[in-house]
């Protein structure tokens, strides 16, 4: 079975400044999505970034990047020019190849605060 | 505009009775979750349809239940046997007919409190 493991329960950082999340998971799939999923205290989930296994090219949206270490099983998320609106939780999260059945496996999740 | 709903936002149950929190797409997406989240847990799978007339357990499905009779709807039902309802439940759906695609669009959520 897959896991996900977020060991940073709670971070923050000041506004502009740049924060790592870090995340781990195991699997012995080779192909696979990850996920960071973030969760602001409206508590609906808004999808930040995806990254493909197969992809060896860490993924980026905006100020958001990835860190992605398959070797290792590492995959943190980089948020540059922090925001107050970057204020929430955090989730990494896990999927097999997508084919019908896969479903997401999450990691406990971090809490990150942006201070002005 | 597309997404998912559900209701109602909030919802109160008397120890002993069922509820079921309502969740509706409009994305046209086959599949269909429903996971509950706790303080400090994460979000945990409850049950997932992958088409219509079809749905599988997740990894804390028992004391729910679940139907999916239409694409749009899959509600859950939290019934009595459900030992600790107290939570905050979201749902959600994905196109995994979608090569490539994975991501899971999610609704507002519904708090659940048992009284």
């Known amino acids: 079975a897959q896991t996900v493991t977020q060991s940073q329960p709670e971070m923050s950082v000041q506004e502009a400044e740049t924060v790592t999340l870090s995340c781990t998971y195991d699997?012995?799939?080779?192909?696979?999505?990850l996920f960071w999923y973030k969760q602001p205290p409206s508590r609906q989930m808004i999808l930040v970034i995806r990254?493909?296994?197969?992809?060896?090219q860490n993924a980026t949206e905006n100020r958001f990047s990835v860190n992605f270490q398959k070797a290792a099983k590492s995959f943190s998320l980089k948020i540059s020019d922090s925001q107050l609106g970057d204020t929430a939780m955090y989730f990494c999260?896990?999927?097999?190849?997508?084919?019908?059945?896969?479903?997401?496996?999450f990691g406990k999740g971090m809490k990150l605060t942006v201070n002005p | 505009d597309g997404g998912i709903t559900q209701s109602p936002k909030y919802l109160f149950r008397k120890e002993g009775q069922n509820v079921t929190l309502s969740c509706e797409q409009n994305?046209?997406?086959?599949?269909m979750y429903w996971y509950r989240q706790d303080p400090g847990q994460g979000l945990r799978l409850i049950y997932y349809s992958q088409i219509v007339n079809d749905f599988q357990k997740g990894d804390i499905a028992e004391g729910y239940s679940v139907s999916r009779e239409k694409k749009e709807s899959f509600p859950l039902t939290v019934t009595s046997a459900q030992k600790n309802p107290t939570a905050f439940y979201l749902c959600?759906?994905?196109?995994?007919?979608?090569?490539?695609?994975?991501?899971?669009?999610f609704g507002p959520g519904t708090r659940l409190t048992v009284l």
């Open positions: 999260a896990f999927m097999k190849q997508p084919g019908g059945s896969e479903k997401l496996v």
């Open positions: 959600a759906s994905s196109n995994w007919r979608e090569r490539g695609a994975g991501e899971q669009f």
């Open positions: 990254q493909e296994a197969y992809k060896q």
């Open positions: 699997t012995s799939e080779s192909n696979y999505y």
């Open positions: 994305l046209n997406h086959d599949a």
